[in-house]
């Protein structure tokens, strides 16, 4: 389910490379100039702050009232539940995995819960957290790219005729 959520979000015409920009954005904000996440939330919300002041000015100035609908902003029934059920089913079968693997009924998969987690532990030693999950969103966006470049434009050779 999260895969074919995140799959409608990517195949949109534009959306990896919007996700590639954000991604290099919080990239550069969190390991070149070693900040914290807090601190990229505070200033993505300073300039956002501002950009809203600046046109609420602009548009006080022009005489345009614009009409502001918490209602438009809402998220709605169906979208909440599907989040909701993702991170359920994601949380639930993460849980269902360690206590199948911590129980040693499968020593095939305890084994595979110790090598991934023993992998990811040197990882995370080796290179800092959001340079996995950039390079992660990375590779995410560049295959759902070439997915949809594959679907949209099929190869079709030329045909011989004489």
Sequence with gaps: M???FMYGILSKSGMPVVFIICGTLVYYHCVVRHT???SLICDVLIVL???LAVLGLMFRKLNVSVPVDPLEWQ???KTAD???ACMAN???AAESVFRVAASGH???LLCKVVVVLYVLSVVGRAISGATVVYAGLCLASVLALLSKLSTDSIYQPPSLSR
């Design 36 to 38: 914290t996440l807090v």
């Design 82 to 84: 599907n989040i909701s």
């Design 75 to 77: 998220v709605s029934e």
């Design 49 to 51: 702050l501002c950009s």
């Design 90 to 92: 994601t949380i639930g």
């Design 2 to 4: 999260a895969l074919a």
């Design 106 to 108: 499968d020593k095939k």
